[in-house]
């Protein structure tokens, strides 16, 4: 199955700085999504973008599928943003499901 | 709009019980997909139900099963539990599935644990 890594696995960063979340995929996805995990445990949608650039606020994504990696930047970092970013994907061949990697764990200290 | 909503929230059942857990997608949305997340080994998917159908499955042995019901809101079955089963199990849903690329919306989660 489609394999997906995630970098860095961790990130600690001073309030009001930017960061750069990376995701690299093994195989073509026509479904790429960037969740955030809150503390609780809840997984908010952020992004749906299997190819090219979105934006929402501080936050973008941008998604290259023909090499295989999307980014998710976040600007002007507040302690809310701090949780797990997943990425997601998935593909149309045969058994569809997500494919989650491991995650990034961001901190934002005050 | 309501989100998904999942119930109950915490769960605790000894080893060898079984467990049932409901989700309830966002109205319209006519697929659910199954999730479970461990420490381990991350968040894997379970199976995806769309119209009353599973459409897709995960790698997870026969204990784990699921249905769907005609209101779309579905329950995963989880029979002679093992330690191992102690996760956060998540469901999402979403217009179209998986199959077609669709955006999935997750609830909060029902936490179990398995003594």
């Known amino acids: 199955g489609i394999q997906v890594e995630q970098s860095p696995p961790d990130l600690i960063l001073q309030e009001g700085a930017n960061s750069t979340l990376r995701c690299n995929f093994s195989?073509?996805?026509?479904?790429l999504q960037w969740f955030h995990q809150n503390p609780w445990g809840q997984l908010i949608n952020l992004f749906y973008?299997?190819?090219g650039t979105k934006q929402n606020g501080r936050l973008s994504a941008t998604t290259v599928a023909t090499e295989r990696y999307s980014l998710l930047y976040i600007s002007s970092s507040q302690t809310t943003d701090s949780g797990v970013y997943f990425c997601?994907?998935?593909?149309?061949?045969?058994?569809?499901?997500?494919?989650f990697g491991t995650g990034t764990r961001l901190t934002i200290i005050p | 709009k309501a989100g998904v909503t999942q119930t109950p929230r915490y769960l605790i059942k000894t080893r060898g019980q079984q467990v049932t857990l409901s989700c309830s997608p966002i109205?319209?949305?006519?697929?659910v997909s199954w999730y479970q997340q461990t420490p381990g080994q991350g968040l894997q998917f379970l199976f995806e139900?769309?119209?009353?159908?599973?459409?897709n499955k995960g790698n997870f042995p026969g204990r784990f099963s699921g249905r769907q019901f005609s209101n779309s809101r579905s329950e995963m079955n989880v029979s002679t539990l093992e330690l191992g089963d102690s996760a956060l199990y998540l469901c999402?849903?979403?217009?179209?599935?998986?199959?077609?690329?669709?955006?999935?919306?997750f609830g909060p989660g029902t936490r179990l644990t398995v003594l």
């Open positions: 999402a849903s979403s217009l179209l599935g998986l199959t077609y690329g669709d955006t999935q919306y």
């Open positions: 195989d073509s996805v026509n479904n």
């Open positions: 973008i299997p190819s």
């Open positions: 997601a994907v998935g593909s149309n061949f045969g058994n569809e499901k997500l494919t």
């Open positions: 109205s319209g949305h006519r697929s």
């Open positions: 139900y769309f119209s009353e159908t599973q459409r």
